[in-house]
């Protein structure tokens, strides 16, 4: 038997059969297109799943389960797309009575970040650990907790939004409408904003060979690791912020293993080394317990089918 996980994301859906182990067997994708009416987005999944059988041999009856992952506020056990946030879904979405139109397999869904988070522990970075959490730096600061080995989603699914905890008080401006979340300070984006004022106010800093309007979360990281000083500064304090949110997340849920996921944890080591070191001084009693794992994600871009394929069990 097999699993087939979906990755709806705003940009693309991803489609893929699943092994019991958490291998994707075969893939494949489409453009979202998400501001099209919600039962089109169904038939392109379900036209996805049945080019996966064709190309497979697969066939329906060998499938365990859909797995669905979703941007959103969703109510896990009716399987109901509640609100979408930034994405153009829509309001009250019953997934599993869409997929029905289609197939006739159990349907499971569950938040875009719980999911990579699932995936992790299940088959990446954190395999085989039974607390974890996993949190993405991107756009802004997902999250995902797994607590013996399922994720928790504490009343109404909404549990595991760790951007959302205050670093400083009356802050920076968060996306959520609050001020000073971690998401203000530890997401790719607020780096951009970081490096842009280091460039500023520092001219001769080589990180201005870079014009403003094409400044990325690698720009820091590349001119640091040239020896500027001014980047050097910027990637410190970034690594400052990630230190104080993962000491934070240590304190409350002791994982084995925190998992660092989202493009900038591609710089491994050198992101995490120092984060590594700063946070041994910060966590509720120092030196007395085994230091947590902190690992850059393994599954890049398939956590999301891994991990929406794995929601069943
Ligand atoms: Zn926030």
Not at 232 to 237: H, I
């Amino acid at each position: 038997m097999y699993n087939i996980g979906i990755d709806l994301g705003g940009t693309n859906i991803a489609v893929g059969i699943v092994t019991k182990e958490g291998k994707v067997l075969k893939k494949t994708s489409v453009p979202a297109r998400a501001e099209r009416p919600f039962d089109q987005i169904f038939a392109d999944m379900a036209s996805c799943i049945r080019q996966l059988f064709a190309e497979t041999g697969i066939k329906e009856s060998e499938i365990e389960s859909i797995g669905i992952g979703t941007p959103g506020c969703i109510d896990t056990e009716k399987g109901i797309l509640i609100f979408a946030g930034n994405f153009k879904y829509g309001k009250n979405i019953d997934y599993r009575a869409e997929m029905a139109k289609h197939f006739d397999i159990p349907v499971y869904i569950g938040n875009d970040a719980n999911v990579a988070a699932l995936a992790e522990v299940r088959a990446g970075a954190a395999k085989g650990v039974k607390n974890a959490i996993m949190i993405t730096l991107g756009t802004g600061v997902g999250g995902g907790i797994i607590i013996d080995g399922k994720i928790f989603e504490g009343a109404y699914s909404a549990a595991g939004e760790l951007g959302h905890i205050v670093l400083i008080s009356n802050g920076e401006q968060c996306s959520c409408g609050r001020k000073g979340c971690w998401e203000a300070y530890a997401s790719v984006t607020a780096l951009v904003r970081q490096t842009k004022a280091a460039m500023l106010a520092n001219p001769d800093s080589i990180m201005n060979k870079t014009p403003l309007e094409q400044v990325s979360g690698r720009t820091a990281f590349d001119a640091a690791k040239k020896g500027d000083k001014a980047a050097l500064a910027v990637v410190d304090q970034y690594q400052e912020y990630i230190t104080e949110g993962l000491a934070d997340m240590i304190n409350i849920f002791s994982p084995e293993v925190i998992v660092v996921g989202g493009g900038i944890s591609k710089e491994g080591d050198y992101l995490l080394n120092p984060v590594r070191e700063k946070i041994k001084s910060r966590v509720f009693g120092i030196g007395l317990l085994p230091d947590r794992k902190i690992l850059p994600a393994e599954l890049g871009n398939d956590a999301g089918i891994i991990g929406a394929a794995m929601l069943h069990a």
